[in-house]
């Protein structure tokens, strides 16, 4: 078992399967609220559409990236992971700025189906709202599993703990349940992301370096493989969490560094929250 690997998945499944299970549950409240919860069947179809479409797109991207051969690999490899890092920043700062309105959003498009009386827009709606997140998690998922290497069974078993921790948090809030600081959760956990986002970028840097792609800053900026080797122990921990390498070349580590210190800086300062949407209670339609 890959202590560092599980850490990892379980904070990908955690952050991005709590973003995923508030989106449910807030549709679902307001549904109930509107004495619309016979409709919920349409939400769980539309819900699990969009996690099993995820789950074939996170099979298909592992498969295919199996079946190469080098340096198609390392170069799909690396591809994967900077695709991976950069969507998971998008998401980052995209939650950042709508999380004040995301609730009231979704309950003026839930209105919108509503009034309108395509009644299986519901489904869709769900799909499309999970499906985000479950295509970036997928993605997120098989970089990480592919730079673990041996960990990577370590990688998916913290990812379906993290998610099914997500999936309590989800129902705690659609019970009612506040005791959980949502900002404060989302703020911590997105800092832990950019750590992970920052090692699948260096990662990626160091493959294409491999196969010869890039031959700028690829000497070795230090060696302290002795001390603290990135193959085993709390080296193979911060590798898999923050990307650590005890021979880095310059490029990666100047990568490395450049991204947490600005990434961090730009997410971490204060942000005027999006006005929430405006909008009238839905009427209850006619059965």
Do not use: C
């Not at 955690?14 to 549709?27: N, P, T």
């Not at 700062?93 to 519901?122: C, H, I, N, P, Y």
């Not at 260096?202 to 031959?215: K, P, Q």
């Amino acid at each position: 078992m890959d202590l560092g690997a599980l850490t990892a998945g379980l904070l990908t499944g955690l952050r991005e399967g709590v973003e995923a299970a508030l989106i449910v549950s807030i549709i679902l409240a307001y549904l109930a609220k509107t004495g619309n919860g016979r409709h919920f069947p349409k939400i769980w179809l539309g819900s699990g559409a969009a996690i099993v479409l995820s789950v074939v797109v996170g099979v298909v991207l592992f498969l295919t990236i199996g079946g190469l051969e080098s340096p198609y690999e390392e170069a799909f490899e690396g591809t994967a992971m900077l695709l991976a890092a950069g969507v998971v920043t998008w998401m980052l700062f995209w939650m950042r700025r709508q999380a004040a309105g995301v609730k009231s959003e979704l309950q003026g498009a839930v209105d919108r189906v509503l009034t309108e009386g395509s009644l299986w827009g519901l489904a869709i709606l769900a799909f499309v709202a999970i499906i985000r997140e479950g295509i970036e998690t997928s993605l997120f998922l098989v970089a990480q599993v592919n730079r673990a290497e041996a960990g990577g069974a370590s990688v998916i078993l913290g990812a379906v703990v993290g998610l099914l921790l997500a999936v309590a948090i989800g129902y705690a809030f659609y019970r009612g349940s506040r005791r959980l600081n949502l900002g404060t959760f989302f703020r911590w956990t997105g800092v832990a992301l950019i750590f992970i986002a920052a090692g699948l970028l260096s990662h990626a840097i160091h493959e294409f370096i491999e196969i010869g792609v890039i031959t700028v800053g690829t000497q070795t900026a230090f060696d302290i493989s002795a001390v603290l080797p990135h193959e085993e122990g709390i080296g193979q921990f911060l590798r898999a969490i923050f990307g650590y390498s005890s021979r880095p070349e310059i490029l990666t580590l100047a990568v490395w560094l450049a991204y947490v210190v600005v990434v961090l800086a730009l997410y971490l300062r204060p942000v005027r929250p999006a006005a929430p949407v405006r909008r009238e209670a839905a009427p209850v339609p006619e059965a």
